[in-house]
T-cell receptor
Framework: DQQVKQNSPSLSVQEGRISILNCDYTNSMFDYFLWYKKYPAEGPTFLIS?????DKNEDGRFTVFLNKSAKHLSLHIVPSQPGDSAVYFCAASDGGTDKLIFGTGTRLQVFP | DAGVIQSPRHEVTEMGQEVTLRCKPI?????LFWYRQTMMRGLELLIY????????DSGMPEDRFSAKMPNASFSTLKIQPSEPRDSAVYFCANRRATSGLTDTQYFGPGTRLTVL
């Protein structure tokens, strides 16, 4: 059973517009969430994270929003750039373990 | 630092053969994780080590899978015998600290395994 779900396998956005990637989770014990970005033939790289004590974290063009009551988080990229084209993985953990639970990923394509 | 090094980058083998995947972690990074990526299940944690000691292997799918970390510089993931459903990309990741999720995991480039 997938505890972390990314229901959109792909997303296509025009350069300069906003990209919104969504992630849902089922385990109410999760208290730390991360986004990783993955280019082809490379390993995932850390992008941004958020603790459950916050509802928003911002880093440049990237902002992660957390809605604990809905068990939902989203990653906003503004403005989107062609170099943002990659697969984005959402991950979560309950803090009581060192394990990250990853989603299946969303492939973002930013076109000119 | 060269980052996490994995070898081979690609492996094609026939069903029933033994497969060994290798990982050289970042020096001084004390936690090591093995993941498997498939389209259906995304990134799954198979096993992780702290200070060369296996901590949690609950993600290892079957007894055909085994992992070792004989020292701080080397880890292997072995599949014996391999099956077509083992075809996936296998990643090794490191983290400096042995606890604390705020410490980033650094991933290697992965090994793409194809079992015919």
């Amino acid at each position: 059973d997938q505890q972390v779900k990314q229901n959109s396998p792909s997303l296509s956005v025009q350069e300069g517009r906003i990209s919104i990637l969504n992630c849902d989770y089922t385990n109410s014990m999760f208290d730390y969430f991360l986004w990783y970005k993955k280019y082809p033939a490379e390993g995932p790289t850390f992008l941004i994270s958020i603790s459950s004590i916050k509802d928003k974290n911002e880093d440049g063009r990237f902002t992660v929003f957390l809605n604990k009551s809905a068990k939902h988080l989203s990653l906003h990229i503004v403005p989107s750039q062609p170099g943002d084209s990659a697969v984005y993985f959402c991950a979560a953990s309950d803090g009581g373990t060192d394990k990250l639970i990853f989603g299946t990923g969303t492939r973002l394509q930013v076109f000119p | 630092d060269a980052g996490v090094i994995q070898s081979p980058r690609h492996e094609v083998t026939e069903m029933g053969q033994e497969v060994t995947l290798r990982c050289k972690p970042i020096s001084g990074h004390n936690s090591l994780f093995w993941y498997r990526q498939t389209m259906m299940r995304g990134l799954e944690l198979l096993i992780y080590f702290n200070n060369n000691v296996p901590i949690d292997d609950s993600g290892m799918p079957e007894d055909r899978f085994s992992a070792k970390m004989p020292n701080a510089s080397f880890s292997t993931l072995k599949i014996q015998p391999s099956e077509p459903r083992d075809s996936a990309v296998y990643f090794c990741a490191n983290r400096r600290a042995t606890s604390g999720l705020t410490d980033t995991q650094y991933f290697g480039p992965g090994t793409r395994l194809t079992v015919l």
